[in-house]
């Protein structure tokens, strides 16, 4: 890691493995291509782009997927903070939410002996296998925005990303805070909650955090939780399914913003209001510019910021990592709660 000789040599690796692997090469507008430096790679499939200048740290980055806005703004973060003006040589994958693009992803890293794997992982579970292989190779792997389940914690240096439980716990206090001020806490008050991708971190912790708040009382009855795969169109649908089901549900907990602007699609579409004045409670999770603008007019009570810009820690850590430096297991993100009351100090400046 770290030593120029030994990126030359990787760079030989790179174009050989370019070349064999068959991925058309686009030299970009900005310069000439000389030597082993390549400006921009992409497979035939369109899905890997690399970037290499010389003494460059290089990253193999196996991105989950482009599900969501915040999605979009987590790789946009990552690709300015790992750019080659910063030192970095990228390689990007979108798995398009499929584990085994992941796997596939890792392993194309290791045989071109990057210097570090990042991976947002799709789902928590089954890691066990892929990163030993990458652990065998020596390479550090970095888990970025969403965490695993595993018993060997050695099977990564270090997680960067967000605190999935508290943002859960987060909402469920905002929750029993507001039915205290209305001095409705003791009324049945019926939940549903649409779910984010089954078995992800992100969909775990806040159901756990969530839960953890709900479990104090008894009158908070959960009537279902979905799979709306953090998508606005699953959303959507998923929220016409439980209108269908269900007359009489008081709280709506969409696990991103993406399905809750789904969810209010469907709701509109039922003449159904939320809000403060509206018929329902919707709390939403990310903290999107377009979530917080529907905070500010009263048609999300609550967004529990979920924060996506966590390429500069990353590239930080990363830097760290090279000069030999300790550090931190776990390295959260930090994270507020938008409410009408302070939503204003904050949606100018949302990137994402
Ligand atoms: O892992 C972070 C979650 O994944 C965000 O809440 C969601 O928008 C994204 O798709």
Known sequence: MGINKEKGFWKIGYKAAALLTGVTILLSGCGSFTGFSVSEVTTNEGDIETKSDDALISVGFSQLGSESTWRSANTESVKASLSTGNGFFLIFDNARQKQEKQFKAVRSFISQRVDYI????VIQEGWEMVLTEAKDAGIPVILLDR???????????????????????????????????????DKDINIVVLEGTTGSSAQVGRTRGFGAIAARHMNWKMQASANGEFTQAK????????????DDIDVIVCQNDDMAFGALEALDEAGITTGEDGDKILISFDGTKKALELVKEGVINVDVECNPNSGDLLAQIIHDLEEGKEVEKTNYMEEKVFT???VDEYIDDRNY
């Open 235 to 246: 959303g959507k649908e998923t929220m016409e399914r439980l209108l269908r089901e269900f």
């Open 340 to 342: 009408k009351e302070n």
């Open 147 to 185: 965490n695993i389940a595993v018993n060997d914690e050695s099977l990564y240096t270090t997680f960067v990303g967000e605190d999935m439980y508290a943002e859960g716990a987060s909402a469920g206090k905002w929750l029993e805070a507001y039915l205290e001020e209305n001095g409705i806490s």
């Open 118 to 121: 990042v991976i947002c992982p």
